[in-house]
């Protein structure tokens, strides 16, 4: 079976300019997950889409930070304009929804990003 | 916000020895799961534990879900040299889907 897709692997770009990262996840999961890992630290959720809704998005910065999962597959997050401070691991995972108990978030490799 | 602190937050380890390492937090979670993460990789799950008190191997790790639902610990008996990379604990507080608060991770490197 796929495991989580996630391209490019490796971004830089300067501060102020736009980026988008792609996500796919493992066919038949409808949640999605994006999370933001700097260096040193644990992974932090940024956004969590259920199909192609929006579950929480608590922890993303909205004036610079956007997501969408249009047809409740594929996903994007996107980078608008930059900060020194976005440099870091993006992760994406995805997860079955089986109620009534935990369902396993599997993880793509991430895509590095360093902001100049 | 939730934090979970990680202890040790680096280890060394030799071949053939036990490690192990600790997650606390202020807040009580209903769900506990340990990672490890290679470089270059998303983090894997190891054991996921459910109920306070519980305590899970798989192989040669071993987790328990602290009976307070604020702590849980890893052991790795007799480590090899493809333990080394980071472990992440991980709690989970509502139903499933609700999303995971990760500790700081410990790296765990091997002597040289």
């Known amino acids: 079976e796929a495991g989580v897709a996630q391209s490019p692997r490796y971004k830089i770009i300067e501060k102020r300019q736009s980026v988008a990262f792609w996500c796919n996840p493992i066919?038949?999961?409808?949640?999605l997950y994006w999370y933001q890992q700097i260096l040193g630290q644990g992974p932090k959720l940024l956004i969590q889409f259920q199909n192609n809704g929006v579950v929480d998005d608590s922890q993303l910065p909205k004036d610079r930070f956007s997501a969408e999962r249009l047809k409740g597959v594929d996903s994007t997050l996107k980078i608008q304009p930059a900060k020194l401070e976005d440099s870091a691991v993006y992760l994406c995972a995805s997860s079955l929804v089986v109620p009534g108990t935990y369902n396993e978030q599997f993880f793509g490799p991430g895509t590095r990003l360093t902001v100049l | 916000g939730q934090q979970l602190n990680q202890s040790p937050q680096s280890m060394f380890i030799q071949e053939g020895e036990d490690v192990s390492m600790n997650c606390t937090s202020s807040s009580i979670f209903n769900t506990w799961l340990w990672y490890k993460q290679d470089p270059g990789e998303g983090p894997v799950l190891l054991i996921a534990l459910y109920k306070a008190g519980e305590l899970t191997s798989n192989g040669r790790l071993t987790a328990q879900f602290g009976i307070t639902r604020k702590d849980s610990f890893l052991n790795i008996s007799a480590s090899i040299p493809s333990d080394v990379g980071i472990y992440f604990c991980?709690?989970?507080?509502?139903?499933?889907?609700?999303?995971?608060?990760f500790g700081g991770g410990t790296r765990v490197l091997v002597k040289p």
């Open positions: 066919s038949g999961h409808a949640t």
């Open positions: 991980a709690g989970q507080r509502g139903a499933a889907g609700n999303k995971l608060t």
